[in-house]
């Protein structure tokens, strides 16, 4: 059974959302780490906007994972 992009997006915003409550930290301080407004930030846990490759980097960085593993890709 193929999985869809659909399915494959909510995955990796999920797993923003799932990193941000496991580290006990509010969107508004990513945000505000990202240097983005928390409305922005909002609309990537909510599938409204996509996720830049560059923010993608910034939350692995801060989360001290590895793109692959917010992509879904690894465990």
């Keep these: ?7 494959i ?3 990796i915003y999920m ?4 990193l941000r409550e496991e580290n006990n930290l509010t969107q ?8 983005i ?9 909510n ?7 560059d923010v993608l980097i910034k939350l692995s ?3 001290n994972v590895t793109t692959d593993y917010i992509l879904g890709l690894e465990d």
């Design 47 to 53: 599938e409204k906007r996509q996720l830049p490759i």
């Design 37 to 45: 407004k928390q409305n922005t930030y909002s609309q990537y846990e």
């Design 28 to 35: 508004s301080q990513i945000a505000e780490f990202l240097n």
């Design 1 to 7: 059974m193929s999985i869809s992009q659909r399915e």
């Design 15 to 18: 797993k923003l959302k799932e």
């Design 9 to 11: 997006l909510y995955n």
């Design 61 to 63: 960085k801060l989360y």
